[in-house]
């Protein structure tokens, strides 16, 4: 089956760190991958995503690559800001299928 | 243009009760999904709907769930009997479905269920 597993948190971060989340997927096919975010109090955004091997997907400072080799798409971000606190969820769907999510991971930023 | 809309926002309701929570999705999305946030088991699929095809049920967790869509917009998820393990966050999804893997879905708030 489909799934996704992602780094357990919490995270805590200082104010201008990098930040990583790693996440691999198992899918039979070829999936298109997902980072939502979860703001405090706020409903699931869409924070960027990849349709194909080797793309980028990027938005607010955020990148995650689609690896096919490794079945990973990491979140990076190189310097974190106390409102990029929240819970990100990377996810995977098949041929606009439902999503399957990992356990998701709180970060937190101190200023 | 608006978005998901999901009501309502809160219910708190006695077990054994039957509930109703509706999903108004984007104008013009064809793919109409509920999934289940809970402490335990996460973001979990329900229910998945797309245009005047079958539903796809195979998330429901027990017969006491059901949902439908009418005229190809507005979904009803029922839950019959309600049980103090289906307190969750109750979240509604649409796309546009393209049917080529790409789309991403928008999320409504959710309705928050409690269950005493």
């Known amino acids: 089956g489909n799934s996704v597993t992602q780094m357990e948190g919490p995270v805590t971060l200082s104010e201008e760190a990098f930040l990583t989340i790693n996440c691999t997927y198992t899918?039979?096919?070829?999936?298109?991958l997902f980072w939502y975010v979860q703001y405090p109090g706020e409903g699931l955004q869409l924070l960027l995503k990849?349709?194909?091997?080797?793309d980028k997907g990027s938005n607010k400072g955020f990148e995650a690559t689609y690896r096919k080799e490794t079945t990973s798409f990491h979140l990076e971000k190189g310097s974190v800001q106390v409102s990029d606190s929240a819970v990100y969820f990377c996810?995977?769907?098949?041929?606009?299928?439902?999503?399957?999510f990992g356990a998701g991971t709180t970060v937190t930023v101190r200023a | 243009g608006a978005g998901v809309s999901q009501s309502p926002s809160n219910k708190v309701t006695e077990k054994g009760k039957d509930v109703e929570l509706r999903c108004d999705p984007i104008?013009?999305?064809?793919?109409l999904y509920w999934y289940r946030q809970s402490l335990g088991q996460g973001l979990e699929f329900l229910i998945y709907?797309?245009?005047?095809?079958?539903?796809?049920k195979s998330g429901l967790p027990s017969d006491r769930f059901s949902a439908e869509r009418t005229g190809g917009s507005v979904s009803t998820l029922t839950i019959q009997r309600t049980q103090q393990e289906d307190s969750a966050v109750y979240l509604c999804?649409?796309?546009?479905?393209?049917?080529?893997?790409?789309?991403?879905?928008?999320f409504g708030d959710g309705t928050r269920l409690s269950i005493l």
């Open positions: 899918a039979t096919g070829y999936p298109s």
């Open positions: 999804a649409s796309s546009p479905s393209s049917g080529q893997g790409n789309q991403p879905q928008h």
């Open positions: 996810a995977l769907s098949l041929n606009d299928y439902k999503l399957s």
């Open positions: 104008s013009g999305h064809t793919a």
């Open positions: 709907f797309q245009g005047n095809s079958a539903p796809d």
């Open positions: 990849a349709t194909k091997a080797d």
